[in-house]
């Protein structure tokens, strides 16, 4: 009964304090009550696995006329994340997070006029004239984003024009602090310049509540920097990703038809393998691809891979390791490749892998995919050649963003495929039989000979994106060179034709 007891004062006190929060950011004016229409809010109570009871309050949003309101508010995409680890152990500077103190009462004031009836815990009968949004109104996220974005581009901070939630900070005309985004969490660096004046400049500015560095977690991955590198993971998330249950009545019965039971939870482990594989598990990319395929037309047979595939996923750890390279004599190497008419429709499959790596034969992993190649494909020249036109395209993204960011030179590209038909296709002015491939085709071969980029041709058994494509491909070379941020001998010589020094 006292632990009952202790929990409702907890409560109570928790309430009272988001009251506090209110007023001291002058989120609201009292007003007399006349009959405006009010939107409801009501409390959302959570204990923290510390103890600690958290009381926020809440509007519910969707009473609120919403169709004329913008909500886009942007988060930073997980390639500029991975770019911003890159330029940070390169540079060598402390990797920090900073979580904002109830970020969306910190946001912009709001022109339109919303009301809502106070909760009873505030003792008044009077209503709010919201200054701020609150939690749950849509643009919420919208109005804090513009407040900190307008707070950070008065710190000189610049926007990327390719993510509007990765920054960054020159001092006399060099790179001197970065920043990624994600609502209220914050994960930046930067010289003690950038410390003393943007950082300090936040701090004035905002409430913060929590600040880390060198080991944290941030949007689900868990960072930790070192003097060899920065390493991510997700093994504590990795291994709450359940199996998914099947009847003993059908597990033996393969060609069974899966039913509404197990189809719902194979969208659930496929949302959390998705989750995963694009954030540090690639090896893992062909597998969640063919799970997300087989929810609709499933079998027991593909429930057993999808449960064979979350076994690996445990048993089978991996860091991703993010090492210092000298981006002087760095360039962007491009794995790509495809199975024609591999999945069950007969579609075809693509994916490529995209690193940095410097001289040293030192990388870091930027951007990787496998998914269904969106054309029809007649052959395994066309199947390729789209995969190469994706890759390319994204690898020219990687480029430009990192010459925006560190004011660079751009890179160059080095392209491997072990498509020996087409990596002599596009060294030859001979044109392609399908007529549906030589825009395609023109396009690589333009690149080539612009110099945009170099097209080497490897062996299977060192091709990196092989296992983006294919079952049962293996992926041990692939995690050898994300476990160890190093490139093979082998593919060393590829890449920059010489012994690896």
């Not at 152990?89 to 979580?99: C, F, P, S």
């Not at 194979?266 to 998705?274: D, E, I, M, S, T």
């Not at 890179?411 to 030859?428: F, M, N």
């Amino acid at each position: 009964m006292s632990t009952a007891c202790g929990y409702e004062q907890d409560v109570v006190d928790a309430k009272h304090k988001e009251l506090e929060k209110f007023k001291d950011n002058e989120v609201y004016e009292e007003i007399d009550d006349t009959n405006q229409p009010t939107v409801g809010v009501r409390w959302v109570v959570t204990k923290k696995p510390n103890g600690d009871v958290k009381a926020r309050l809440v509007a519910l949003g969707y009473q609120e006329q919403t169709s004329d309101i913008r909500k886009d508010s942007p988060t930073c995409n997980r390639d500029s994340i991975r770019l911003l680890l890159t330029i940070v152990a390169h540079e060598g500077w402390k990797l920090r997070h900073i979580d904002v103190q109830t970020a969306f009462l910190q946001g912009k004031r709001i022109s339109r006029n919303v009301y809502i009836k106070p909760p009873k815990e505030a003792e008044t009968w009077k209503i709010w004239k919201l200054n701020k949004c609150i939690y749950g109104l849509v643009d919420g996220p919208r109005m804090w984003y513009m407040e900190l974005c307008e707070t950070l581009v008065k710190l000189k901070m610049e926007i990327s024009a390719y993510d509007e939630s990765f920054m960054f900070w020159f001092y006399q005309g060099k790179l001197s602090g970065i920043m990624a985004v994600h609502v209220d969490d914050l994960m930046l660096s930067g010289t003690k310049v950038f410390e003393d004046h943007v950082i300090k400049g936040l701090k004035e500015k905002f409430r913060l509540s929590t600040e880390a560095e060198v080991q944290f977690a941030y949007t689900g991955l868990d960072i930790q920097q070192s003097s060899t590198g920065i390493l991510v993971s997700q093994f504590g998330y990795i291994d709450q990703i359940p199996k998914i249950h099947i009847d003993k009545n059908r597990v033996n019965q393969n060609m069974l038809n899966i039913n509404e039971y197990e189809k719902q939870q194979l969208r659930a482990v496929c949302g959390q393998l998705l989750w995963v594989s694009t954030q540090t598990r690639p090896d893992i990319a062909y597998a969640t691809c063919f799970a997300s395929n087989c929810v609709n037309q499933g079998t027991v047979a593909d429930l057993k891979m999808v449960n064979k595939a979350v076994k690996l996923l445990k048993k089978e750890p991996l860091t991703l390791k993010f090492r210092k390279l000298c981006f002087a004599e760095s360039l962007i190497v491009i794995f790509c490749d495809a199975s024609f008419g591999n999945l069950k429709d007969g579609s075809s499959q693509g994916g490529f892998i995209i690193f940095l790596v410097s001289s040293s034969g030192k990388c870091c992993p930027i951007t990787w995919q496998s998914r269904k190649i969106r054309r029809v494909c007649k052959s395994t020249l066309a199947a390729e050649s789209w995969a190469m036109i994706e890759a390319v395209e994204s690898g020219e993204l990687v480029k430009t963003q990192f010459s925006e960011v560190t004011q660079t030179q751009k890179l160059d590209v080095a392209v491997l495929t072990d498509c020996k038909s087409l990596h002599d296709t596009l060294h030859s002015s001979k044109n392609v039989d399908d007529k549906g491939l030589r825009i395609p085709i023109a396009c690589l071969r333009q690149r080539v000979r612009d110099k945009e980029m170099k097209v080497h041709w490897i062996s299977t058994k060192i091709q990196l994106a092989d296992c983006f494509t294919k079952a049962g491909a293996p992926n041990a070379p692939l995690r050898e060179v994300l476990c160890t941020g190093q490139f093979s001998h082998e593919l060393y010589q590829v890449v920059f034709n010489k012994e690896m020094y």
